[in-house]
């Protein structure tokens, strides 16, 4: 088993910037997939950015050149810094770790993006 506990959010003006961590221990293995994702309210959760534990990545076309996935391995831990915020980037964003064949997710923290 493998928990994930997420930090970071809350409420910034647009154009300002934010920073994701997400921490995760227990069974995890030493190849995965780390990421966040997104839900905006009505909408289907979406990816924003993903990175291997080789160090590919790979970013949704909305947030690319503003967002910043990056992690460490030896913490387990993944970051998003989130610049240039827009208000569509409002959402709870959540935490996804895969390791083949179990999928993991934390339990999201929100952004909010005010115009």
């Known amino acids: 088993q493998v928990q994930l506990v997420e930090s970071g959010g809350g409420l910034v003006q647009a154009g300002g910037s934010l920073g994701l961590s997400c921490a995760a221990s227990?069974?995890?293995?030493?190849?995965?997939?780390m990421g966040w994702y997104r839900q905006a309210p009505g909408k289907q959760r979406e990816l924003v950015a993903a990175?291997?534990?080789?160090?590919?990545?790979n970013y949704a076309d909305s947030v690319k050149g503003r967002f910043t996935i990056t992690r460490t391995n030896a913490k387990n831990t993944v970051y998003l810094q989130m610049n240039s915020l827009k208000p569509e980037d409002t959402a709870v964003y959540y935490c996804?770790?895969?390791?083949?064949?179990?999928?993991?997710w934390g339990q999201g923290t929100q952004v909010t993006v005010s115009s």
């Open positions: 996804n770790l895969y390791q083949r064949p179990y999928n993991y």
């Open positions: 227990g069974r995890v293995f030493s190849t995965n997939l």
């Open positions: 990175v291997t534990s080789g160090g590919d990545t």
